[in-house]
């Protein structure tokens, strides 16, 4: 029920902007550690140790405190605030409402043709450069978005409030955000950020693939393609240069009768992706909408499945 709780919540107020924010804050923890410690002068495996440090560091911390706030609301002796905290705490780590206010907010400018607005609005959502984007090409970024981050920002944290409650949703949101600050292939983070990508690329594995099952399921549900969702994750998933971000977006690209990768720019040079899915349906705007359908669904089911697994338990089936 905690994990419910925390999903109505997100979905009823969203995740507020504020600096008091938890992700904020540990994102001020992790510069704050690598203003103290990074020097460019260090050697490469200097580099690397002091990173795989920040990276103990920040995940102690994360989890320490987390289980010290869930045991001060437990003193109180009143469940409510005991429960009411955690789901609080728990909705800070996933963000559906977020991936759907972002994708709607860009379906809208491309129904209206302000492709100008689209453009510069995908370029908070991702990393490539966005100024001469087709609609076509903005609807991809938003749909591989939303679809790579179901995974990173809904099934993951739940996964593991799953295995072993609200203090290990937080750690793993701590190190997915300093997987998203430090795990660059540059000269300054190649060392430095190793280990923070390669925690985020461990701990995402499994919910990675639970994700994709999750959406062949949803295509079923929504009547989408599930057979060629199905198809494209089986052989395509493997693509993606990360060993996770695939199995979301293959599954998503064949429900959808499109093709996601292709050639992106970062910083004025164009890197080329393998393609996903087959381009059986031009991109449109309506793809989003179907997207954000499809995490929407992919969620609700993970909620239940956690929701059965408990109620299982209780009885002592399982």
């Not at 491309?110 to 959502?125: F, S």
Request: hydrophobic share 45%; aromatic share 12%; glycine share 8%.
């Amino acid at each position: 029920m905690t994990a419910i709780i925390a999903f109505f919540l997100d979905t009823l107020i969203g995740d507020p902007r504020s600096r008091f924010h938890p992700v904020v804050l540990i994102g001020n923890l992790i510069s704050g550690l690598e203003k103290s410690i990074y020097h460019p002068d260090l050697t490469d495996k200097r580099k690397f140790l002091y990173g795989g440090l920040l990276v103990i560091v920040v995940l102690y911390i994360t989890y320490a405190l987390t289980d010290s706030i869930i045991q001060l609301a437990s003193l109180t002796g009143n469940v409510f605030i005991y429960y009411g905290v955690q789901a609080l705490i728990l909705s800070f780590t996933i963000s559906p409402r977020s991936l759907s206010e972002a994708g709607r907010e860009l379906y809208g400018f491309l129904q209206e043709g302000d492709l100008e607005n689209a453009r510069y609005k995908v370029g908070w959502i991702v990393g490539r450069d966005t100024d001469k984007l087709t609609s076509g090409e903005v609807t991809r970024a938003t749909v591989e978005t939303i679809a790579e981050n179901t995974t990173d920002g809904i099934i993951s944290p739940l996964f593991f409030f799953v295995i072993g409650g609200v203090p290990l949703a937080v750690l793993y949101r701590a190190a997915n955000t300093m997987d998203s600050m430090l795990g660059y292939k540059n000269e300054k983070y190649l060392y430095f950020g190793r280990v923070a990508a390669r925690v985020d690329d461990i701990l995402n594995y499994i919910p990675a693939r639970i994700t994709g099952i999750l959406f062949v399921i949803s295509a079923l549900l929504l009547g989408y393609n599930w057979r060629n969702s199905w198809n494209m994750l089986m052989r395509d998933a493997s693509k993606h240069p990360s060993p996770n971000g695939g199995w979301a977006e293959a599954s998503v690209a064949g429900a959808l009768n499109i093709r996601l990768g292709g050639y992106n720019s970062y910083f004025g040079v164009l890197h080329f992706r393998e393609y996903m899915g087959e381009p059986i349906e031009e991109l449109e705007s309506t793809h989003i909408m179907k997207c954000i359908r499809m995490m929407y669904t992919a969620t609700i089911l993970f909620l239940l499945v956690i929701y059965c697994c408990q109620m299982l338990h209780n009885f002592g089936i399982i």
